[in-house]
């Protein structure tokens, strides 16, 4: 385990910080996601297809905002069904495009609080030519 409580490491991830040091950054842009942290190197697509995942993580917690949203917006207030209807249709169109990097970060946290050992890398390491 490295030197951050499981809070810290959330909270880290929450600022979009790699999970092990802190320091380095996770995205390079709005989509854009670096291949390793620029600071300590550790890699943040563990494995191929690591972040299917995260997917699942941004698609639930916008199925669950819209819905909660809807019903509570449908019991206290007077909005129109339509009205209601398009509010939140275009809130789940939207809010997956800023929650990305979150649902990225979280689940990389998450993954490291579980599992902070590093995984196998000579494969990689084999194929990489030689450096001279
Ligand atoms: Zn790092």
């Known amino acids: 385990m490295g ?11 929450l600022r979009l910080k790699c999970p092990r040091c802190g320091e380095g950054q996770m995205f390079g842009g709005m989509f854009k996601m670096c ?5 300590c190197h550790f890699k943040f697509e563990r494995e191929a297809g690591y972040f299917a995942g995260a ?20 019991y206290f207030t007077s909005i129109s069904f339509l009205q209601n209807f398009i509010l939140w249709g ?5 809010f997956p495009i800023f929650f990305f990097r979150y649902s990225r970060s979280l689940w990389l946290s998450f993954d490291y609080i579980f599992n902070p050992s590093e995984p196998p890398d000579s494969r990689r390491e084999g194929t990489r030519p030689p450096s001279s």
């Open 3 to 13: 030197k951050y409580s499981k809070r810290q490491i959330l909270i880290k991830g």
């Open 35 to 39: 291949s390793e942290c620029d600071n």
């Open 55 to 74: 997917m699942y993580i941004n698609y639930g917690v916008t199925v669950f905002i819209a819905f909660a949203s809807y019903f509570a917006l449908d």
């Open 90 to 94: 275009a809130f789940s169109a939207l």
